[in-house]
């Protein structure tokens, strides 16, 4: 059975559970509990802070873990990179007073800078040449300049938001950071043939993320031209219908652009087209 490290809280675990929703992995009694069998797949859960999550896994104290990657590149521990999970997507930013004038880098030598994530701060200053101050705070990072702890912060930003209501601004990007699927290199042949179950499922997932199967009926005369428009998988199927000039096309289309290719389709004789959601898709 593989154990999985998971965080306990948040935006992520929000996003973790629903993946394994997706994936038909049952989980219950995750509320206020450290580890938890899934009731139809050889797994277990382990709630973790997300900060230990990467040493867990390093340790084998957990087989796997689904980390921010900001954590895992912090931590430096030495699991391995199975998956990028393209959810939880964030990044790591340096942010100041939103009133001072900021001229590059440089601007941050001999300043005291408030952050959880001091091995990323240290290395991108190293990298620029500047010696800041680096002041290590857990918890509210964006409040430190306004009670005079800090002049800047280096924090995880997302849409922004806290750094305007806290009136700072993001000045500089050190790194961009989504939710990774990790593992420990001990993994024995067991357990590696459960992942590849786990990854199998988690791709058939990510795989109908923002598609659509439609169906359509279509004038055979213009048949072809209809399938030039459709930019969908391999090729799509054609079937007939009782109405001998005519057929039905089913396909699949991806939702960026979706409604400019409906209205090719229609200008093109397409009729009666049905749109309808993919819960999962096996490539």
Known sequence: MLRIAVQAK?????????????ADIKLGGTKRTLLVKS?????????????DIPEAVATGVA??????ENEYVEKGTDAEIIKRLGFSKCRLSLAMPKDIDYQGVSWFSGKKIATSYPAILNNFMKIHGVKSEVHV???????APS??????????VSSGSTLVSNRLKEVEVVMKSEALLIGCKQMNEEKREVLAELLFRMDAVKAAEDKKYVLMNAPKERLQEIINVLPGMK?????PLAQEDWCSVHTVLDEKGFWEIIGKLKALGAEGILVLPIEKMIL
Do not use: K, Y
């Open 137 to 143: 705070i857990t918890g509210s990072v964006e409040v």
């Open 63 to 68: 087989d796997l873990g689904i980390v921010g």
């Open 147 to 156: 009670i005079g702890l800090a002049d800047a912060i280096f924090d995880i």
């Open 39 to 51: 009731s139809n797949f050889p797994i277990e859960v382990l709630f973790l802070r997300d900060d």
């Open 235 to 239: 090729s799509p199927t054609v079937m």
């Open 10 to 22: 948040g935006r992520l675990f929000e996003e973790t559970m629903a993946l394994f929703e997706e």
